[in-house]
């Protein structure tokens, strides 16, 4: 094929390439070939010279995409020290070390190397987590081309990708992988797989010819390339337009880089907490030692040393040490329970995040759709239509008729347009051993193939019946391809093109195995079908055909001319990149769980918009923006757009990135999915960004939170269904921690403020503690770890996914938490005082009647009431599993980690108030089975109370 007027036009005398970067306002793609070629100042036929080469590389630098400067691994270390609630656990475990120096019953602090453990393994995960650099710019650089064919200085040469130059002359053909934006100046068949960055499904016919539009969408400029798309058909030359960081790779190396990182709203929960306790703290230890000195008799050096120790037990009492650790090790199980559900998940705190959204936006191509071209709908005789089934390339479905009927195999015209579509098409149908279909060429002449596989025409059978002896070309002038094969020593043509310029060629159609004339009525009802199977976004092919005379041993080769005449029109196809099925359902539960499904796409407007109505994305009467018409608005009007429109079409990496911080501006919270290059900022920008773990790019793997890795949008539902059940879980074990840390903080205050009214001095006037703080400590180690975790791996509450999202202005702790908080530490309070009281004599309950007839009466007093707030705590975990629901339904024994983590610390428990040599440790004495139901039927007055408040709050709920 001879190349296109406008690359061969002569030039007018050159002039110097301007001193400016390429990313100046040069619409390239509008400038003729000459004009590109003389702005660029270079001769096609010469390219650049060695000289040229060296000035330009030092004005516009190596084509490589840069990173920013990454975080030195000790500053990420010390990051990990920083938060505030790792910080008061700091402080907790050096003053606890302090009174264990002071007053140590133990042989080594083991509170204090327990704190200092949990503050340690969470800082080596986070670092694990946060070292591992984020690799996106650096797999955008994988993604250029390693070497690039160049004509410079009249010769032609291979030379390393980053090497080129703006003005460089790129010779391309099938698999070159495109090294730097360019301007095309010649192209013979030329077609380009932009997928990654456009999300364009099929392959780009590419073309010389300026255009007109300035604001053209990059995947409507048909006569440019850019870096790290890949030729997949024909040749082409162009001219570098633009290199390195200029590109539009470059571009979005930039947006990817600027996307600063943001702290999920568990993350900011955590922090805010960490500074309330921080703050409880220094309260809780001021409180209790001034309190003691105004209640004391005399205060001796003695009296104040046991004072400030005692005070620094109860602050670090009241700081829940375990919350960071369990947080971590929940979010992780939960991590591992997602990847069963093929939902990998790279940073923890987007197990949360996922469970809060509100938002999910979505790519099209291979999100919601399965990337894969089908057959959806054909036009036989003319005027009848059919309906094809199936999905994929698996050759299974039917053809149906308009009445709902399944049309024959036999059926004449339509074997006889599946044939046309066989035969004029270079793509091969394979049936692998795992038992799926893949096609090996064009993704649309692979779809042909499934269709013609559905009623039994193997193609490789047909192509060895009729061998093909020569083809005319598709070119974009012509827009058509026409095949010439022979039967028996007949020679006939096959054409495929565009339906208006096939239409034109044709003087008959085949109808009821034969053929008639082709009427003007017969052209004009075909078009309207045409533009009827366009209206519902399906690309559409013609197919027609002729009997050719037997040429003669010395006749010439046929020309197009003499070939593409008289031909006899065979039918319509109409095909689809198709949703998924399951994208359907998923699509709607999202919406049943309060959750926004929105489309953003590079594809075209109509396609997005009717497979966006397909989906239920769109009601019937809703419309798509197109990118352009975005970067038209300001901020006001585009976020009036993003509550009310659904579907964003012909979108550049620029516009997602507008509509994710729209939305995120209106306090929705943001899922965005996407597998290309494009979409890596967004992925970036928003709460949790979401790859497709088969088609995904690195770049956009990399750029995200989430990887799906089956590439199926049904798993983003449930992996959001199990990221609610996870927040669920944080939130209950973050009620039982802190509920059960109020109860031994308001039992210490509600002793030393009582302890007139309980008769809790001594003979000589001392202050009775109805705990020690040794035994403060050990609760501690006791209750927060095994039975909080364990609340951490309960099971999923029912009607999880029938409820909205958590509001983004809703704390992960509520104001209805912290009332259940305060109500079950008052309880524990009420209830252990009420116990060594009624174990001590004089007080409220005079005269003691359970006081112990042997031994210390106010160690065996302080012993039922330790271990009654033991019990207490143990059950509270059962109300802590719902905030609303009974603990005592038909989920009671499901948690077999629960059971097992309560009865451990009995066990636990018991360990310490019969082996002597604890027992001196810790200021105990065995206790009776009377004593042991005394501390049970007090403690399960938690139980009982937390059922009637749950109970109430179910009936005010109905009554609403």
Same mark, same amino acid.
């Given at each position: 094929?001879?190349?296109?007027?406008?690359?061969?036009?002569?030039?007018?005398?050159?002039?110097?390439?301007?001193?400016?970067?390429?990313?100046?306002?040069?619409?390239?793609?509008?400038?003729?070939?000459?004009?590109?070629?003389?702005?660029?100042?270079?001769?096609?036929?010469?390219?650049?010279?060695?000289?040229?080469?060296?000035?330009? #590389?030092?004005?516009?630098?190596?084509?490589?995409?840069?990173?920013?400067?990454?975080?030195?691994?000790?500053?990420?270390?010390?990051?990990?020290?920083?938060?505030?609630?790792?910080?008061?656990?700091?402080?907790?475990?050096?003053?606890?070390?302090?009174?264990? $120096?002071?007053?140590?019953?133990?042989?080594?602090?083991?509170?204090?190397?327990?704190?200092?453990?949990?503050?340690?393994?969470?800082?080596?995960?986070?670092?694990?987590?946060?070292?591992?650099?984020?690799?996106?710019?650096?797999?955008?650089?994988?993604?250029?081309?390693?070497?690039?064919?160049?004509?410079?200085?009249?010769?032609?040469?291979?030379?390393?990708?980053?090497?080129?130059?703006?003005?460089?002359?790129?010779?391309?053909? &099938?698999?070159?992988? *495109?090294?730097?934006?360019?301007?095309? *100046?010649?192209?013979?068949?030329?077609?380009?797989?932009?997928?990654?960055?456009? +999300?364009?499904?099929?392959?780009?016919?590419?073309?010389?010819?300026?255009?007109?539009?300035?604001?053209?969408?990059?995947?409507? #400029?048909?006569?440019?390339?850019?870096?790290? $798309?890949?030729?997949?058909?024909?040749?082409?030359?162009?001219?570098?337009?633009?290199?390195?960081?200029?590109?539009?790779?470059?571009?979005?190396?930039?947006?990817?880089?600027?996307?600063?990182?943001?702290?999920?709203?568990?993350? !900011?929960?955590?922090? #805010?907490?960490?500074?309330?306790?921080?703050?409880?703290?220094?309260?809780?230890?001021?409180?209790?030692?001034?309190? +003691?000195?105004?209640?004391?008799?005399?205060?001796?050096?003695? #009296?104040?040393?046991?004072?400030?120790?005692?005070?620094?037990?109860?602050?670090?009492?009241?700081?829940?040490?375990?919350?960071?650790?369990?947080?971590?090790?929940?979010?992780?199980?939960? =991590?591992?329970?997602?990847?069963?559900?093929?939902?990998?998940?790279?940073?923890?705190?987007?197990?949360?995040?996922?469970?809060?959204?509100?938002?999910?936006? $979505?790519?099209?191509?291979?999100?919601?759709?399965?990337?894969?071209?089908?057959?959806?709908?054909?036009?036989?005789?003319?005027?009848?239509?059919?309906?094809?089934?199936?999905?994929?390339?698996?050759?299974?479905?039917?053809?149906?008729?308009?009445?709902?009927?399944? =049309?024959?195999?036999?059926?004449?015209?339509?074997?006889?347009?599946?044939?046309?579509?066989?035969?004029?098409?270079?793509?091969?149908?394979?049936?692998?051993?795992?038992?799926?279909?893949?096609?090996?060429?064009?993704?649309?002449?692979?779809?042909? @193939?499934? &269709?013609?596989?559905?009623?039994?025409?193997?193609?490789?059978?047909?192509?060895?019946?009729?061998?093909?002896?020569?083809?005319?070309?598709?070119?974009?002038?012509?827009?058509?391809?026409?095949?010439?094969?022979?039967?028996?020593?007949?020679?006939?043509?096959?054409?495929?093109?565009?339906?208006?310029? =096939?239409?034109?060629?044709?003087?008959?159609?085949?109808?009821?195995?034969?053929? =008639?004339?082709?009427?003007?009525?017969?052209?004009?009802?075909?078009?309207?079908?045409?533009? &009827?199977?366009?209206?519902?976004?399906?690309?559409?092919?013609?197919?027609?055909?002729?009997?050719?005379?037997?040429?003669?041993?010395?006749?010439?080769?046929?020309?197009?001319?003499?070939?593409?005449?008289?031909?006899?029109?065979?039918?319509?196809? +109409?095909?689809?990149?198709?949703?998924? $099925?399951?994208? /359907?359902?998923?699509?709607?539960?999202?919406?049943?769980?309060?959750?926004?499904?929105?489309?953003?796409?590079?594809?075209?407007?109509?396609?997005?918009?009717?497979?966006?109505?397909?989906?239920?994305?769109?009601?019937?009467?809703?419309?798509?923006?197109?990118?352009?018409?975005?970067?038209?608005?300001?901020?006001?009007?585009?976020?009036?757009?993003?509550?009310?429109?659904?579907?964003? %079409? !012909?979108?550049?990496?620029?516009?997602?990135? /507008?509509?994710?911080?729209?939305?995120?501006?209106?306090?929705?919270?943001?899922?965005?999915?996407?597998?290309?290059?494009?979409?890596?900022?967004?992925? /970036?920008?928003?709460?949790? +960004?979401?790859?497709?773990?088969?088609?995904?790019?690195?770049?956009?793997?990399?750029?995200?939170?989430?990887?799906? %890795?089956?590439?199926?949008?049904?798993?983003?539902?449930?992996?959001?269904?199990?990221?609610?059940?996870?927040?669920?879980?944080?939130?209950?074990?973050?009620?039982?921690? @802190?509920?059960?840390?109020?109860?031994?903080?308001?039992?210490?205050?509600?002793?030393?403020?009582? %302890?007139?009214?309980?008769?809790?001095?001594?003979?000589?006037?001392?202050?009775?503690?109805?705990?020690? &703080?040794?035994?403060?400590?050990?609760?501690?180690?006791?209750?927060?770890?095994?039975?909080?975790?364990?609340?951490?791996?309960?099971?999923?509450?029912?009607?999880?996914?029938?409820?909205?999202?958590?509001?983004?202005?809703?704390?992960?702790?509520?104001?209805?938490?912290?009332?259940?908080?305060?109500?079950?530490?008052?309880?524990?309070?009420?209830?252990?005082?009420?116990?060594?009281?009624?174990?001590?004599?004089?007080?409220?309950?005079?005269?003691?009647?359970?006081?112990?007839?042997?031994?210390?009466?106010?160690?065996?007093?302080?012993?039922?009431?330790?271990?009654?707030?033991?019990?207490?705590?143990?059950?509270?975990?059962?109300?802590?599993?719902?905030?609303?629901?009974?603990?005592?339904?038909?989920?009671?024994?499901?948690?077999?980690?629960?059971?097992?983590?309560?009865?451990?610390?009995?066990?636990?428990?018991?360990?310490?108030?019969?082996?002597?040599?604890?027992?001196?440790?810790?200021?105990?004495?065995?206790?009776?089975?009377?004593?042991?139901?005394?501390?049970?039927?007090?403690?399960?007055?938690?139980?009982?109370?937390?059922?009637?408040?749950?109970?109430?709050?179910?009936?005010?709920?109905?009554?609403?």
């Amino acid at each position: 094929m001879a190349r296109k007027d406008d690359s061969m036009t002569p030039l007018s005398p050159l002039r110097p390439l301007a001193a400016q970067p390429p990313s100046s306002p040069v619409s390239w793609h509008t400038l003729s070939v000459a004009d590109s070629l003389r702005q660029l100042n270079v001769e096609p036929a010469e390219g650049l010279s060695s000289q040229e080469v060296t000035r330009r #590389r030092a004005e516009f630098g190596p084509n490589e995409l840069l990173e920013t400067n990454g975080v030195r691994p000790w500053r990420l270390l010390l990051h990990q020290f920083t938060e505030p609630l790792v910080l008061v656990l700091i402080a907790a475990a050096l003053l606890s070390g302090l009174v264990w $120096s002071f007053d140590g019953h133990e042989p080594l602090p083991y509170e204090t190397i327990v704190i200092l453990s949990i503050v340690l393994l969470n800082a080596g995960l986070g670092f694990f987590q946060e070292y591992q650099a984020e690799q996106a710019v650096a797999a955008l650089k994988r993604m250029a081309a390693p070497l690039s064919t160049v004509r410079r200085g009249g010769r032609v040469s291979q030379i390393p990708a980053a090497e080129l130059v703006p003005g460089d002359l790129l010779l391309l053909d &099938a698999g070159s992988r *495109i090294p730097a934006d360019a301007r095309l *100046i010649y192209t013979a068949n030329l077609e380009v797989e932009e997928a990654a960055l456009t +999300g364009e499904s099929l392959p780009v016919h590419k073309q010389t010819a300026p255009l007109t539009d300035p604001e053209m969408a990059l995947g409507d #400029r048909t006569n440019m390339l850019f870096l790290g $798309s890949a030729v997949t058909y024909g040749r082409g030359e162009a001219v570098v337009t633009a290199t390195g960081m200029e590109t539009q790779m470059g571009a979005i190396a930039t947006l990817i880089q600027a996307v600063e990182e943001e702290e999920t709203p568990l993350q !900011r929960e955590l922090t #805010r907490v960490g500074k309330q306790l921080g703050l409880l703290v220094l309260v809780v230890a001021l409180v209790v030692i001034v309190t +003691g000195m105004l209640t004391a008799d005399e205060l001796s050096s003695s #009296r104040l040393l046991e004072l400030f120790l005692f005070g620094v037990a109860l602050a670090v009492a009241a700081i829940p040490e375990g919350l960071p650790a369990i947080v971590t090790a929940v979010l992780a199980l939960g =991590v591992r329970r997602m990847a069963g559900r093929n939902a990998i998940v790279r940073r923890l705190p987007a197990v949360e995040t996922l469970g809060s959204a509100t938002v999910i936006c $979505s790519d099209k191509t291979g999100t919601l759709t399965r990337n894969e071209m089908c057959v959806r709908r054909l036009l036989l005789d003319g005027d009848r239509v059919l309906a094809v089934e199936g999905e994929g390339y698996a050759p299974l479905g039917r053809f149906i008729d308009t009445a709902g009927h399944t =049309v024959p195999s036999e059926d004449e015209a339509l074997r006889a347009l599946l044939r046309c579509a066989v035969l004029n098409n270079d793509a091969a149908l394979l049936h692998m051993e795992d038992g799926q279909w893949q096609i090996v060429g064009d993704p649309t002449e692979g779809a042909l @193939l499934t &269709a013609a596989a559905k009623i039994g025409l193997d193609g490789g059978r047909l192509r060895h019946e009729y061998p093909r002896q020569g083809e005319i070309p598709f070119s974009s002038e012509r827009k058509r391809m026409t095949t010439l094969h022979t039967l028996n020593g007949q020679s006939m043509a096959f054409v495929k093109g565009a339906p208006d310029v =096939v239409i034109d060629l044709c003087t008959s159609v085949r109808l009821d195995g034969g053929t =008639v004339p082709l009427t003007e009525a017969d052209r004009r009802a075909i078009l309207a079908h045409n533009e &009827a199977f366009a209206g519902d976004a399906l690309r559409t092919l013609a197919f027609a055909s002729r009997l050719l005379p037997t040429p003669d041993g010395d006749a010439p080769e046929p020309c197009a001319e003499d070939v593409e005449r008289d031909l006899i029109w065979e039918g319509l196809v +109409g095909m689809i990149d198709p949703p998924r $099925s399951e994208a /359907r359902e998923a699509v709607a539960q999202a919406r049943s769980a309060g959750i926004r499904t929105m489309m953003i796409t590079g594809d075209h407007r109509l396609t997005a918009l009717a497979i966006a109505k397909e989906l239920g994305i769109a009601g019937p009467n809703d419309r798509a923006v197109a990118g352009q018409e975005l970067a038209e608005m300001d901020d006001a009007t585009l976020a009036a757009t993003v509550r009310e429109v659904s579907v964003y %079409a !012909r979108v550049n990496p620029a516009h997602k990135l /507008r509509i994710v911080r729209a939305l995120k501006a209106q306090g929705e919270v943001v899922a965005m999915t996407g597998d290309g290059v494009n979409d890596a900022p967004a992925l /970036r920008q928003a709460d949790i +960004g979401i790859a497709m773990g088969i088609t995904g790019t690195d770049v956009s793997k990399e750029a995200s939170d989430m990887i799906l %890795a089956d590439d199926n949008f049904a798993t983003i539902v449930a992996a959001i269904g199990e990221g609610r059940a996870i927040l669920d879980n944080v939130r209950k074990f973050i009620r039982y921690l @802190l509920s059960s840390n109020a109860g031994e903080v308001l039992t210490i205050f509600g002793g030393m403020l009582a %302890a007139g009214l309980l008769g809790l001095y001594s003979g000589d006037g001392t202050l009775l503690l109805p705990l020690l &703080a040794v035994q403060i400590l050990w609760i501690n180690l006791v209750t927060d770890g095994g039975p909080a975790l364990a609340l951490g791996l309960d099971t999923a509450e029912s009607g999880l996914m029938e409820r909205p999202p958590r509001r983004a202005n809703e704390g992960i702790i509520t104001r209805g938490m912290w009332a259940q908080v305060g109500l079950v530490g008052l309880v524990m309070m009420a209830g252990t005082l009420l116990v060594f009281d009624a174990y001590l004599p004089g007080g409220l309950l005079a005269p003691g009647w359970l006081v112990a007839a042997t031994g210390d009466p106010v160690m065996h007093a302080r012993t039922v009431a330790f271990t009654t707030l033991v019990l207490f705590q143990l059950f509270n975990v059962f109300n802590c599993r719902s905030q609303q629901q009974s603990a005592l339904n038909g989920q009671l024994f499901q948690n077999g980690w629960l059971w097992l983590a309560v009865v451990g610390s009995i066990l636990l428990q018991s360990v310490i108030l019969y082996l002597p040599s604890l027992q001196r440790a810790f200021d105990v004495t065995p206790l009776s089975a009377l004593d042991w139901l005394v501390a049970l039927f007090v403690a399960s007055s938690v139980l009982l109370v937390m059922e009637g408040v749950k109970r109430s709050t179910r009936l005010r709920a109905l009554a609403i």
